[in-house]
């Protein structure tokens, strides 16, 4: 069989075979080890959660759809493949949850720090309350991009902590 989009030879990779026989709890057959058999030339993406791994060609990563796997392996690729990407430049976020506050009433807030502070950014992020949790918005602000982020992020927040909230 071969990989259609670049004509590569499907074949089971060493590695993907060896995490699949490590397994355990289930019985090692044929149709499980085509788990393993990916694009020649594929590099192994580790999957913690069961040790079914995923692969990488070139730049293109492939995992499993279910999130509980797909995350930890996406987070394995980000810091082996693109680690040099993250934090180039400074910055820093801060929050907190305010109960049942509707966001009309921020939004003023917001507009305002975000004027006061250059390169300051708000975020609110409101929730319904689904699950038998109350009603509420993570509110916040964060900025990038200055060697002081984070004092800034942390005196906007500051400001905004000691304003009255009072419907108007």
Not at 132 to 148: N, Q
């Amino acid at each position: 069989m071969r990989g259609d989009a670049l004509s590569l030879e499907l074949v089971l990779h060493p590695d993907a075979e060896a995490a699949i026989r490590s397994r355990t709890d289930m019985e090692i057959t044929p149709q499980r080890l085509k788990m393993g058999e990916f694009p020649r030339g594929s590099r192994i993406i580790p999957n913690p959660y069961n040790r079914i791994p995923g692969f990488s060609l070139e730049d293109h990563h492939f995992v499993p759809g279910f999130p509980v796997m797909a995350w930890p392996m996406v987070e394995w690729v980000l810091d082996q493949r693109y680690a040099h990407l993250f934090h180039r430049t400074p910055e820093a976020e801060a929050s907190v949850i305010v109960y049942d506050l509707p966001e009309s009433i921020v939004t003023p807030l917001m507009i305002e720090l975000e004027q006061r502070y250059r390169g300051l950014k708000s975020f609110s992020l409101p929730s319904m309350g689904e699950a038998g949790v109350r009603r509420h918005i993570e509110l916040g602000c964060g900025c990038a991009g200055r060697s002081d982020a984070g004092y800034r992020a942390d005196e906007a927040w500051g400001g905004c902590a000691r304003r009255r909230w009072e419907e108007k």
